[in-house]
C-alpha cells in the first residue's frame, strides 16, 4: 500500500533530481562526478579487415562505413555545437584507429613545435583512461602533437610505476597536476610531459587552405593509428588484454578547442560527452567504448 502522504515529497525529488541532471544549468558543479552517467554515450567499436593507410583524408571504404559519434556539444553546457564535429573508432590485433571530422571555415593553426600547447590553437583531443592514470593526446591543424601520460597518486607509489626508470619523478617533464577547472576527490596527479606514445601514427588533412581568411574551407580531418602494446601501462592497473577481448570496454574522451566562438554562450570547447566543468580531465565523464570482433566493410 502506498502511503500517499509521502508520495509528493518523494516524486517532486525524483524531478528534482531528473531536472538537475538533464539541464545543464541547474547542475551543481561541485558534485562527483560533475557529469550525467545517463548521459554518458556509448560506442561500439569494430575490427577492420585491412588497416587504413593513415594519412588524414578518411576517404577509405571503413571509415565511410564506420559509425560515427553524434554531432560534439559543448564540453560545460552540454548544447550543440554551432560547427560540426564527430568521430569514430575502429581498431585490429596491432592498433587502435581514431578518426575526427571537424567542421571549419577558416581552418587556423599557429604552432609548430612538438608538444607546444596545442590547446592554445583550435585543436582535436584524444584521452583514453585505465584504472591508475591516463593518456592525453592533442592536435592541430598542422599536425603538431602534444602528449603527456597521467597517474593519480593513489596508487603510482603503491603499485610501483614510481620504480619505473621512465616515470621517475626527478625526470624532466614529470609534475604535479590537480586538473583545471575541477578538483577531483580521487587525488592529485603526477604528469609525465615527455612521455611520448611509443609507435604512434598520426595524420591531418586539409579540406581548403591553412591560415588564409580569404576564403572559406569546410574544415580538416584527423587520422591516428595507436599500437595496442602502448597502451600497455594504462592496462596495467588491472591487467585488461591487449588488443581487447570481445565487448572489453576503454573510457575515451573525444573533444575539439576552439579559438573561434559562437557567441558568449560558448565555452570553445566541444565534446563527444560533456562534462558540466570546464575541464576533459575527468575521466568519469568520458565516453564508453567497447570492442566488437563484427568486421567493418
Known amino acids: 500500500m502506498i502511503n500517499k502522504k509521502h508520495l509528493f515529497p518523494a516524486v517532486f525529488l525524483i524531478v528534482c533530481l531528473g531536472l538537475s541532471c538533464n539541464a545543464p544549468d541547474s547542475r551543481n558543479t561541485t558534485s562527483h562526478p560533475p557529469c550525467c552517467e545517463e548521459n554518458i554515450p556509448h560506442y561500439t567499436a569494430r575490427r577492420v579487415k585491412n588497416a587504413p593507410v593513415i594519412d588524414g583524408k578518411l576517404d577509405e571504404a571503413v571509415w565511410q562505413n ?3 559519434s ?3 556539444v559543448d564540453l560545460i553546457h552540454d548544447t550543440e555545437a554551432y560547427m560540426d564535429t564527430r568521430a569514430a573508432v575502429l581498431w585490429d590485433d596491432d592498433y587502435l584507429y581514431v578518426g575526427y571530422w571537424l567542421e571549419e571555415p577558416n581552418v587556423t593553426a599557429t604552432l609548430t613545435e612538438r608538444d607546444s600547447p596545442i590547446y592554445t590553437d583550435n585543436d582535436a583531443e584524444l584521452f583514453i583512461a585505465g584504472t591508475d592514470g591516463y593518456y592525453e593526446f592533442e592536435i592541430n591543424a598542422f599536425g603538431t602533437i602534444y602528449e603527456v601520460l597521467f597517474f593519480w597518486e593513489d596508487v603510482f607509489e603503491e603499485k610501483g610505476y614510481s620504480q619505473m626508470p621512465e616515470f621517475d619523478r626527478t625526470n624532466e617533464g614529470a609534475r604535479p597536476f590537480d586538473g583545471v577547472g575541477y578538483k577531483h576527490p580521487r587525488s592529485k596527479r ?5 612521455w611520448d606514445y611509443p609507435g604512434l601514427l598520426s595524420a591531418v588533412h586539409i579540406d581548403g587552405t591553412i591560415n588564409d581568411p580569404e ?3 569546410k574544415g580538416w580531418t584527423v587520422e591516428l593509428a595507436l ?7 594504462l592496462a596495467k592497473g588491472d591487467g585488461r ?4 577481448k570481445e565487448s572489453d570496454v576503454w573510457r575515451m574522451d573525444f573533444s575539439r578547442f576552439n579559438t573561434h566562438k559562437k557567441d558568449t554562450t560558448d ?6 560527452s560533456s562534462h558540466g566543468v570546464w575541464d576533459s580531465h575527468v575521466p568519469e565523464c568520458f565516453t564508453y567504448v567497447s570492442f566488437s570482433s563484427e568486421e567493418v566493410d
Open 66 to 68: 564506420a559509425e560515427r
Open 70 to 72: 553524434s554531432r560534439f
Open 190 to 194: 603526477i604528469g609525465f610531459w615527455n
Open 215 to 217: 576564403d572559406t574551407d
Open 227 to 233: 599500437p595496442w602494446e602502448g597502451l600497455g601501462i
Open 241 to 244: 588484454a591487449l588488443p581487447p
Open 267 to 272: 565555452s570553445g570547447g566541444w565534446a563527444w
